[in-house]
């Protein structure tokens, strides 16, 4: 729709750390930097507006990511109703007690499982919004 602006979060974890070392992966960063960058020059021609938003390896906080979905949130609650949402993840994940996904972040710690982790349940309700239908992480 004219006006509609797509939003893009890509989030790529290669390395986590001395810590949780056994995680690591070859190309979940540059995964998501390709996600994006391909996204970009690929849509640029279908939505106005185009924001993009990548957090590879140490940026991949748990608050960056939910600063990062909040963004995503605020963006497409002023824009005209038709905004489209992308949310791109590279990296490990895990199930907690057979109910709860959790996507490890770049501060995961054998210790620090899940408060570490992004829970997809809690992802899908930061992204909710009055503006879209709703975002599927």
């Known amino acids: 729709p004219p006006g509609a602006r797509l939003h893009v ?19 979940a960063d540059r995964d998501a930097r390709d996600i ?6 690929s849509q640029v021609v279908l ?19 939910f600063a990062a979905l909040e963004a995503i949130r ?8 038709g905004d489209l949402a992308v949310i791109h993840f590279s990296g490990h994940g895990d199930m907690v007690d057979d109910k709860s996904y959790f ?18 349940t809690r992802c899908g309700s930061t992204t909710r919004s009055p503006a879209s239908q709703s975002m599927a992480a």
Not at 12 to 19: C, M
Not at 36 to 41: G, P
Not at 57 to 64: R, S
């Open 9 to 27: 979060l890509a989030i790529g974890i290669s390395d986590y750390g001395g810590a949780a070392h056994h995680l690591e992966l070859s190309y």
């Open 36 to 41: 994006a960058d391909a996204l970009v020059r």
């Open 47 to 65: 939505y106005p507006e185009v924001r993009a938003t990548c957090l590879v390896n140490e940026e991949a906080t748990t608050i960056a990511i």
């Open 74 to 81: 605020k963006g497409m609650n002023t824009g005209g109703g």
């Open 103 to 120: 996507r490890h972040t770049a501060q995961t710690t054998p210790r620090k499982l899940p408060s570490r982790q992004a829970g997809w």
